[in-house]
């Protein structure tokens, strides 16, 4: 159950912070390096994104890990 939550906020809060600055889903998988129906199943928690994928999402997002 605990897993399921964090991943909800996980795609919840990429998804936020995205539309927050703006970027569109097309854009946000060019600056991080990753396909974009991946970005989408992410922010769809339809998959949970490894360390190494957050850390490309924060980074193209200009937060720090720990905001996602």
Do not use: C, F, H, W
Request: aromatic share 2%.
């Amino acid at each position: 159950i605990i897993r399921k939550v964090i991943r909800l906020n996980i795609g919840e809060n990429i998804r936020k912070i995205r539309e927050l600055k703006n970027i569109s889903q097309d854009k946000l998988s060019k600056l991080s390096n990753m396909p974009r129906t991946s970005l989408g199943r992410y922010e769809r928690n339809e998959r949970t994104p490894n360390i190494d994928t957050l850390n490309k999402i924060a980074n193209a997002l200009k937060v720090d890990i720990d905001a996602l």
